[in-house]
Each structure stands twice: as structure tokens, then as C-alpha cells.
């Protein structure tokens, strides 16, 4: 069982800037590719971004990109979010998945199905 702990979010303002970081115990978290969804009150859980095992191929939903960056430190066991420019619609509890890899996969996955494993979230309130 791989335990996933967001943190980064809050309260800011449009335009703000957040860093949402998703930690994990595992020593082999190069073994897995990573994933951050967000899931607005109402609406379903939403891909925002993905990231294959070495941080060498990522991907972005059309909402975020060119605001968001993806970012992995394996070496500290850890994903990013860097969110700029937030807007109202990016209000959302943020949650981070891993998908457990093989040795050749160096594939990012872009849906809910694709992830095995779930933090709690961290949510982000965006003020107009």
C-alpha cells in the first residue's frame, strides 16, 4: 500500500500562485507514475496533469496548460504542482495517484481508472 499526503493548498486570490507537493514513504517511488486530479463540488474528479516515472514526459488538461508546471524529486520521494494564475474554476479539492510501473513503462496515464493508489487532497479555494 503506497500512502500519498498532498499539502500546499488554501485560500488565495485570482492571480495568486500555489505549490501543492504529494509526499510518499515509498523508497521505490520511481517505480510509479504520477497523476494530480482535482474534483470541484458537483462536478466528477477531473485529470490536471500527469507525469511518466522520471518526470521526462508530461501532460496537461487544456484548463491548466501554460499555468501549471508537473514536477517529480524521486530522490525525495516527491510530486509538485506549481499552479500560476489561478482562477476561480480552479477551486477544487487537489488529490495526487500513483500508478505502480514496470522497468520499460515510460508512459504518463491521463485516467482515474489508470490509478491504483489516492491521497486524502489538499483543498484550494480561489477568491474573485
Known amino acids: 500500500q503506497v500512502r500519498l499526503d498532498e499539502s500546499g493548498g488554501g485560500l488565495v486570490k485570482v492571480g495568486d500562485f500555489l505549490r501543492l507537493s504529494c509526499a510518499t514513504s515509498e523508497r521505490g517511488f520511481a517505480n510509479y507514475a504520477m497523476g494530480w486530479f482535482r474534483q470541484a463540488p458537483g462536478k466528477e474528479r477531473e485529470l490536471v496533469a500527469a507525469?511518466?516515472?522520471?518526470?521526462?514526459?508530461?501532460f496537461y488538461a487544456d484548463s491548466v496548460k501554460g499555468r501549471c508546471t508537473i514536477s517529480r524529486d524521486n530522490a525525495k520521494s516527491t510530486m509538485y504542482l506549481q499552479m500560476n494564475t489561478l482562477k476561480p474554476e480552479d477551486t477544487a479539492v487537489y488529490y495526487c495517484?500513483?500508478?505502480?510501473?514496470?522497468?520499460?513503462?515510460?508512459?504518463?496515464?491521463?485516467?482515474?481508472?489508470?490509478?491504483?493508489?489516492w491521497g486524502q487532497g489538499t483543498q484550494v479555494t480561489v477568491s474573485s
Open positions: 495517484a500513483a500508478r505502480r510501473v514496470t522497468f520499460y513503462d515510460r508512459n504518463y496515464y491521463t485516467r482515474l481508472t489508470d490509478y491504483g493508489f
Open positions: 507525469i511518466n516515472w522520471n518526470g521526462g514526459s508530461t
